[in-house]
C-alpha cells in the first residue's frame, strides 16, 4: 500500500526530537500511543538507536504504520499493538517512557481519562510520560489559531477537543504521577512531562 503522509510530523518531528531527546537519554523502552502514521516512531527510533520503540494504535491504522515500518532497517522499532485506550488492555510489561502525539485533543474526556487509568499498568517507578499537542490553561486557548482548531475538532466530533492542562494534571496525580515541566513548541503546541513517583 502507499504510505500514509502527515506533514504536520515531518514539520513537527525536529522540534519534538529535541525536546524528548534529553528526557529519553537513560530510557531503555518507550511505549508511543496512537502512533497514527508510523512517521514519528521510524523517525525517532532512528534518532535513537538505544530506545526500543513500541509502536500502538487501533488496529485500523495498522497497515499504514506497518507500511513505513518495512521501509526502515531500524531494528529497535516493533510492530504496532493493538490499543484503543478504552477498549483493549494496555501491556503489562512496564516501559521507561510512555510518548503521546496529537492524541488527546482527539480523544473524548471519558478516553483520555481511560488512557490515563490504564497507562498504570505498563509504568513503573520513574517511568515518564511525554505528551505533545495543543492545551488550554485556566479554560482558556493559548491562540486565535487554538480556538478555531478546537471549533473544527467538535464541528467533526463533539466529543474531542482540546483539554485543559489543569485537568490532566489532576488525572496523573490521582495514578501517582508527578508534572515534571511544560515545554512551549512551535505553533502554540505544548510537550509537557510528568515522571511515576
Same mark, same amino acid.
Given at each position: 500500500?502507499?504510505?500514509? /503522509?502527515?506533514?504536520?510530523?515531518?514539520?513537527?518531528?525536529?522540534?519534538?526530537?529535541?525536546? $524528548?531527546?534529553p528526557?529519553?537519554?537513560?530510557?531503555?523502552?518507550?511505549?508511543? $500511543? *496512537?502512533?497514527?502514521?508510523?512517521?514519528h516512531?521510524?523517525? /525517532?527510533?532512528?534518532?535513537?538507536?538505544?530506545?526500543?520503540?513500541?509502536?500502538?494504535?487501533?488496529?485500523?491504522?495498522?497497515? *499504514?504504520?506497518?507500511?513505513?515500518?518495512?521501509?526502515?532497517?531500524?531494528?529497535?522499532?516493533?510492530?504496532?499493538?493493538?490499543?484503543?485506550?478504552?477498549?483493549?488492555?494496555?501491556?503489562?510489561?512496564? /516501559?521507561?517512557? $510512555? /510518548?503521546s502525539?496529537?492524541?488527546?485533543h482527539?480523544?473524548?474526556?471519558?478516553?483520555?481519562?481511560?488512557?490515563f487509568?490504564?497507562?498504570?499498568?505498563?509504568?513503573?517507578?520513574?517511568?515518564?510520560?511525554?505528551?505533545?499537542?495543543?492545551?488550554?490553561?485556566?479554560?482558556?486557548?493559548?491562540?486565535?489559531?487554538?480556538?478555531?482548531?478546537?471549533?473544527?475538532?467538535?464541528?467533526?466530533?463533539?466529543?474531542?477537543?482540546?483539554k485543559?492542562?489543569?485537568?490532566?494534571?489532576?488525572?496523573?496525580?490521582? $495514578? *501517582?504521577?508527578?508534572?515534571?515541566?511544560?515545554?512551549?513548541?512551535?505553533?502554540?503546541?505544548?510537550?509537557?512531562?510528568?515522571?511515576?513517583?
Amino acid at each position: 500500500m502507499k504510505k500514509p /503522509f502527515a506533514g504536520s510530523c515531518e514539520q513537527n518531528q525536529d522540534p519534538i526530537l529535541n525536546v $524528548i531527546q534529553p528526557l529519553l537519554k537513560e530510557c531503555q523502552s518507550v511505549l508511543e $500511543i *496512537g502512533s497514527g502514521t508510523g512517521q514519528h516512531a521510524v523517525y /525517532f527510533a532512528g534518532k535513537m538507536p538505544h530506545l526500543h520503540w513500541q509502536t500502538s494504535d487501533r488496529v485500523e491504522n495498522h497497515q *499504514g504504520i506497518n507500511a513505513w515500518l518495512q521501509e526502515t532497517h531500524n531494528a529497535n522499532i516493533y510492530p504496532p499493538l493493538t490499543l484503543d485506550v478504552s477498549k483493549d488492555p494496555f501491556p503489562k510489561q512496564p /516501559f521507561d517512557a $510512555i /510518548f503521546s502525539a496529537n492524541t488527546l485533543h482527539i480523544m473524548s474526556k471519558n478516553d483520555v481519562s481511560a488512557f490515563f487509568q490504564n497507562i498504570t499498568t505498563c509504568m513503573k517507578a520513574g517511568s515518564i510520560l511525554l505528551a505533545y499537542g495543543p492545551f488550554n490553561y485556566n479554560g482558556e486557548y493559548t491562540s486565535d489559531s487554538n480556538a478555531q482548531f478546537d471549533r473544527w475538532l467538535t464541528s467533526r466530533d463533539i466529543n474531542s477537543g482540546i483539554k485543559d492542562i489543569e485537568w490532566l494534571n489532576e488525572l496523573a496525580d490521582a $495514578i *501517582g504521577l508527578e508534572r515534571v515541566d511544560d515545554y512551549a513548541m512551535p505553533a502554540n503546541n505544548r510537550m509537557l512531562y510528568w515522571k511515576k513517583l
